[in-house]
């Protein structure tokens, strides 16, 4: 909503403008070639927010579906509270939908998934995750310290930002989330 009213605002102060400099310019011959040009950056102005919703399209469903499961998951929760509902299969289930979305968000694929249930409060008690990426390693990436440890860079990274989405995703502390993330 917010790109709609940049946009908006960016072409009414174009349009203002672009008036402002046509009165200027009343008796002159390059009025209409003014007014010409005027339009054509108003079509781009309109066009430059829908293509960008056009490329990013498949980010913007997935965080749609990734916001409709956390919702599900919080209805879930607040089920097991009130009614002391418990279902584990279709926790389990909604639990890897949320981990795939995310795992999708950072250009991983599920390779395999642990999620065991505080049944008090409905939140995980622990979170296990192994994914692996979906490019291959290049060379650059991987870092040899003095001591001969080896290490990725985008692997540890990915995994800090996977842990810290199923954290915030969950309402759970790092401490009972474990993930790794490999080749």
Known sequence: METFYDTLKNITVYILLVSVISNLLSGSTYKKYIRFFAGLVVIALILNPISKLINEGSDIFENIKLYDL???FSEYEQNIK???????EQ???LCGDIINGLLYKNDLILDDYEVEQDMNTGKPAYI?????MTEK???KDV???DEGNVSNKSLEMRADSLETDIC????????????YVGP
């Not at 009130?82 to 584990?88: C, Q, R, T, V």
């Open 70 to 72: 956390n919702t599900r």
């Open 168 to 179: 915030e995703s969950f309402g759970v502390s790092s401490d009972i989330v474990d993930i």
């Open 128 to 132: 296990y995750v192994r994914a692996s």
């Open 82 to 88: 009130f009614y002391g509902e418990k279902d584990n």
């Open 91 to 93: 926790y389990s289930m």
């Open 137 to 139: 390693l290049s060379a």
């Open 143 to 145: 870092i040899v310290d």
